[in-house]
């Protein structure tokens, strides 16, 4: 009996839910996580951290990084680490191949893993550890990992640490008790969902890597998975899977917009859009409600109280507002939390990154990347229509 795969002519699903880096979409805030990865294994930092909700894609994301990195790094991979110190040493150490006894005390661990680290950097290789779903480290094992980071040679550091989690990993890390350790990570990039525009190119990029591009899906269709996902990787993936074979039941290669809404309602994504959107409705209710309120008392008592002199109308001169962008210059830039050479380091630009200015203070501006904002040293950007030095001669400096 053919199945929705025959039926559509694709080799394989294109909407599995499993992480396949022959998939991987790079959209925008996925290539500039991959970058700072690249930026971290090129450098000699010591920390790299990745946010995102669920379903933004950070596992397909480090697994995509894994693919590419090169012959000379080894690496162990901790997934759903809610583990003491001398747990996540245990699974290190047998990540990296070296069984020991589970009454060994944390010293022992703590030195076979800091002796196994300076054989490989004799060797010539790097070492990293990257966790994944990070948020669920305790806090006395976070900061161990600190402490695990300070080892280095006179020049170079044995470990370099990525850990990946969902928002509550950022709370963690801004909390009192581990200060010193987010003073060390210079790296920290938030994963978004998509935009409508890169949603639907993730849909068509899948569907062709699949084997098939030319299945039809409706503008409708387009707009109610956007409705329902928000542009979140993993709802599209199940929504999509869903309408497909909803389509294949009617005995039709096209997607329509009430595919998906069979697909929502399979999902219950129906109701939980429906949802979400009885606060915000009631919210503008109140709005309006208040508006007309305020305007009904303002009418009434100017009625009463008609002014004395006449009352001066300013008109705005919109054009007057304008949005700045400036371009990188330099190799690589450091954006900080304020405008300070002492502030840290919340974020790594690169060469012909463009960035939306957001406020100007002479030596400082404040902009935005994305969703994340911080504070770069002016001279090391080009602004557009503003009033930095302008060139067309590349900046070889690295700002620090």
Do not use: C
């Amino acid at each position: 009996m053919m199945d929705f795969l025959e039926f559509f002519n694709l080799k394989e699903n294109p909407f599995k839910l499993t992480p396949d880096v022959d998939f991987f979409y790079m959209s925008s805030v996925h290539q500039e996580a991959l970058a700072s990865l690249e930026y971290l294994l090129n450098s000699e930092e010591g920390f790299a951290v990745i946010i995102g909700e669920p379903g933004t894609g950070k596992t397909i994301t480090i697994r995509k990084f894994l693919s590419q990195i090169p012959d000379n790094v080894e690496y162990a991979y901790i997934l759903f680490p809610n583990l003491s110190p001398e747990e996540l040493f245990m699974a290190i150490l047998e990540d990296f191949g070296i069984q020991l006894s589970d009454k060994v005390s944390k010293n022992k661990l703590f030195s076979t893993l800091r002796d196994f680290l300076i054989q490989k950097r004799k060797e010539g290789k790097k070492v990293l550890v990257i966790i994944d779903e990070a948020q669920n480290l305790p806090v006395e094992t976070l900061e161990e990992l600190r402490i695990l980071s300070n080892l280095e040679t006179d020049k170079e550091k044995l470990l370099q640490i990525i850990l990946l989690g969902q928002p509550e990993l950022e709370e963690k890390l801004n909390s009192s008790e581990l200060r010193q350790l987010r003073q060390r990570i210079s790296i920290l990039t938030s994963l978004s969902n998509l935009d409508y525009r890169e949603m639907v190119d993730y849909i068509n990029y899948r569907l062709s890597k699949a084997g098939n591009s030319t299945i039809r899906i409706s503008e409708k269709a387009y707009k109610a998975i956007y409705k329902y996902t928000q542009g979140n990787l993993r709802l599209i993936n199940l929504l999509m899977e869903r309408a497909l074979m909803s389509a294949f039941v009617e005995n039709k290669h096209q997607i329509d917009k009430e595919n998906i809404e069979s697909a929502a309602e399979s999902l219950a994504l129906r109701k939980e859009t429906e949802n979400k959107k009885y606060p915000v409705l009631i919210g503008v209710f109140a709005f309006i409600v208040f508006i007309f309120a305020g305007g009904f008392a303002y009418i009434y008592f100017s009625d009463k109280n008609p002014p004395k002199r006449n009352t001066v109308i300013k008109k705005i001169n919109k054009s007057a507002i304008q949005h700045k962008f400036g371009i990188v210059i330099a190799s690589t830039l450091n954006m900080r939390e304020s405008p300070s050479i002492n502030s840290k380091i919340i974020n790594k630009l690169r060469r012909g990154d463009k960035i939306e200015i957001v406020e100007d203070t002479g030596d400082w501006v404040k902009v935005k990347k994305d969703t994340l904002q911080g504070w770069v040293k002016k001279e090391y950007i080009k602004i557009e229509n503003g009033t930095a030095k302008k060139t067309n001669q590349p900046d070889n400096r690295k700002e620090f």
